[in-house]
């Protein structure tokens, strides 16, 4: 069955960050509070890492961060996710004479320290803090980036940067890279740095240019589906997707997977084994049908797009081998209800979510659909895309869109 818990508002988080902190830090209110998204990806996965497009929207889904500045080079953190199985506080010393950070434990501070690594400003000082969020941690809406630029954002705060948004993202991506041990692509970040209400945001990943595509027919729904299967990119097979990538654009002669065609690849068949053929294929292919489908989104060729979505979903299945049979139960129960126009996993895969687009009007009947037929557990958040009223904004992108209703 579906959880009916709601999802918290960005005050919600908010608060319960800052009780946090007063409980934590002797009563002390914070000084600072920012807030970063989450997202989803409506098409175009494992294509960021190989230069070509991404087409996600950033989430009402937020990483919200509090906290003040110390006195000292002292730096004290607590995390309020209870899915964290790790010790929730962490203390540690910045360094000095631009000393590195060294990754540890827990690991979720890994993300934070990456961040102080790479911030773009010298001289950072102490702080204490509150992490807290509504974004879930493994479903595939980028928990990660979300807290990566939220702490990017609150470090801001501190000791502004030349406020370049670009560099910002770039240097979360790092963050993640050197101390997460995830080799990400820039797709999340970025996002997170510059979605806008109202728009998906095709996102060209070897130019980085951004083009926003509107997402705002009052018609249109999506559903996001929370498989409650947790997963993890830290293990061996995200590194070994972009290996293969990477050994498939050499074997073919070019700096990536965005400049290869099919026919490249079927003229270097003999000279790649089959698994690394199959994976350049999927990316191949992916790049040709997010750009295809940011092209029916502005036209509002939803038929069309969901096709697409679909044809990536099984890409990503049998191709690229990142799916799961929870994921594949969610796509195949969401595409058997009329007025449903596309399914697939989002994300890195291997667990996470489904993203689903559909009719307004057959949202209840979906949802119930998906009940009948999945009974893993899993949640439902439901957003019609028609454009609202913000909550208030902030300085890291927060769309302050409608709280997300769960069913």
Not at 158 to 163: A, Q, T, V, Y
Not at 164 to 177: I, N, R, T
Not at 355 to 363: D, F, R
Request: hydrophobic letters at 35%; a negative charge.
């Amino acid at each position: 069955m579906a959880s009916s818990s709601p999802v918290p508002s960005v005050q919600n988080v908010v608060a319960e960050a800052r009780r946090a902190f007063q409980a934590n830090f002797g009563g002390q209110d914070p000084e600072v509070a920012v807030c970063a998204p989450g997202r989803v990806n409506l098409i175009g996965e494992h294509t960021d890492y190989n230069e070509g497009f991404v087409l996600p929207m950033a989430l009402p889904l937020v990483t919200v961060m509090v906290g003040s500045r110390t006195a000292d080079q002292n730096v004290s953190i607590v995390t309020t996710t209870e899915a964290v199985d790790e010790p929730r506080r962490v203390d540690f010393v910045l360094p000095k004479d631009n000393q590195p950070l060294s990754p540890g434990q827990p690991s979720w501070a890994n993300y934070i320290k990456g961040v102080l690594q790479h911030y773009r400003a010298q001289l950072l000082p102490g702080f204490r803090a509150v992490v807290a969020s509504s974004v879930p941690l493994g479903g595939g809406l980028s928990s990660s980036a979300s807290l990566e630029v939220a702490v990017y954002t609150f470090l801001q705060q501190l000791c502004p940067d030349d406020g370049d948004k670009l560099a910002k993202a770039l240097a979360c991506q790092q963050a993640e890279h050197t101390h997460a041990g995830v080799p990400c692509g820039i797709m999340d970040q970025f996002v997170s740095v510059l979605g806008s209400e109202g728009h998906a945001l095709l996102i060209d990943c070897r130019s980085l240019e951004a083009t926003l595509v509107p997402l705002a027919d009052p018609n249109l729904v999506i559903l996001i589906t929370n498989s409650n299967v947790r997963h993890s990119l830290t293990g061996s097979e995200y590194p070994s997707r972009r290996r293969q990538c990477e050994e498939a654009a050499a074997t073919l002669g070019r700096s990536s997977l965005r400049e290869a065609s099919l026919q490249d690849l079927e003229d270097a068949k003999g000279n790649l084994d089959s698994v690394t053929f199959q994976r350049a294929r999927h990316v191949i292919e992916e790049i040709k049908r997010t750009a295809e489908a940011a092209e029916a989104l502005k036209q509002g060729a939803y038929q069309e797009f969901g096709k697409l979505m679909v044809e990536s979903h099984n890409s990503l299945r049998d191709h690229y081998e990142v799916s799961c049979k929870e994921l594949d139960q969610l796509v195949t129960a969401a595409m058997g209800v009329e007025g449903v126009y596309g399914s697939r996993m989002t994300g890195g895969g291997f667990g996470g979510c489904t993203v689903t687009l559909l009719e307004a009007g057959a949202v209840d009947k979906t949802i119930q659909h998906i009940k009948e037929h999945y009974h893993e557990g899993s949640c439902v958040y439901e957003w019609n895309v028609k454009k609202t009223e913000t909550e208030g904004g902030n300085k890291s992108g927060q769309l302050g869109q409608r709280p997300l209703r769960v069913r």
